[in-house]
């Protein structure tokens, strides 16, 4: 250490003219910004959806419908956690809160139909197209990042 010193090479002052300046305006064409993302349609994700698991016979079509476009969807949507990993995180680790906020849904779901719950639990492709359908009708990444 006795070898290292720290040596004072030179000391400059910037100089500028004594003029009047003006800066040029930032050009406001080309990049620097996101494109909005194109999300899909929620009836077109609905559609797919019934279209891969509508042959289950459920009892109460109607409300199992509803359950899964309206309560489900606005439940996790309005999940605190997701919602701040949406803001403040990435794709994956939202996608991660996601299938938690809906798995907290869908336990709160049991209590008014088993049914469904019962499909969620024992259908792993249902399970996956339920988490895909419902990340892709909430999902919204904030505009800050």
Same mark, same amino acid.
């Given at each position: ?14 100089? @500028? ?10 050009? %406001? ?15 077109? #994700? ?21 359950? @899964? %476009?309206?309560? #489900? ?6 999940? %605190? ?20 906020? @809906? ?26 197209? @339920?988490?895909?359908?419902?990340? !892709? ?7 800050? !990042?």
């Amino acid at each position: 250490m006795d070898s290292y010193r720290v040596e004072k090479r030179a000391a400059m002052k910037i100089q @500028l003219p004594d003029a009047d300046a003006e800066i040029a305006p930032v050009p %406001t064409v080309g990049g620097g910004h996101k494109p909005e993302p194109e999300l899909e349609r929620l009836s077109n #994700i609905i559609k797919s959806f019934n279209e891969q698991f509508g042959n289950i016979g459920w009892v109460d079509q109607d409300r199992i419908e509803r359950l @899964l %476009t309206q309560d #489900i969807v606005v439940n996790v949507a309005a999940d %605190t956690a997701y919602q701040n990993a949406q803001k403040n995180s990435d794709v994956q680790n939202a996608r991660i809160e996601l299938d938690k906020a @809906l798995g907290r849904v869908m336990i709160a779901v049991m209590k008014d139909s088993t049914e469904l719950f019962k499909q969620y639990v024992d259908n792993p492709e249902l399970k996956r197209g @339920l988490a895909d359908m419902v990340f !892709a009708a909430t999902y919204k990444k904030s505009a800050a !990042a």
